[in-house]
């Protein structure tokens, strides 16, 4: 089991690059794809992106395709998805979240078992 905690969120500027991290505890981390969602009030969370167990795989959500991308370290328990080329859409709480062993093809929240809190990102024009 994991709990994923997400920091990193913050207001940047139209075309501005931020990062956020996820992190967790237990010994296990590598055993779970991790996975970035993102959700506006009175919409549905959104695929951002995704990464398999040791990175070797990721996948990301076609709005986010070109401008993002998501890395992982298992030595450190961290998962950091780069967002650069920021647009006002991006705007919304990130939520990091962990399935285990496989499935990194997996866009779906009810995928997913185990959710951080999120972190807001605002992206202002």
């Known amino acids: 089991q994991v709990q994923p905690v997400e920091s990193g969120g913050g207001l940047v500027q139209v075309g501005g690059s931020l990062r956020l991290s996820c992190t967790t505890s237990g010994r296990t981390f590598e055993n779970y794809v991790i996975a970035w969602f993102r959700q506006v009030p009175g919409k549905e969370r959104e695929f951002v992106a995704s990464?398999?167990?040791?990175?070797?795989?990721?996948n990301y959500g076609d709005s986010v395709k070109g401008r993002f991308s998501i890395s992982r370290d298992n030595v450190e328990n961290t998962v950091n998805l780069q967002m650069s080329s920021l647009k006002p859409e991006d705007t919304g709480v990130y939520y990091c979240?962990?399935?285990?062993?496989?499935?990194?093809?997996?866009?779906?929240?009810?995928?997913?078992?185990?959710w951080g809190q999120g972190t807001q990102v605002t992206v202002s024009s």
């Open positions: 990464c398999d167990r040791f990175a070797d795989v990721t």
């Open positions: 979240a962990a399935r285990w062993w496989s499935g990194v093809k997996k866009i779906r929240p009810t995928e997913y078992m185990y």
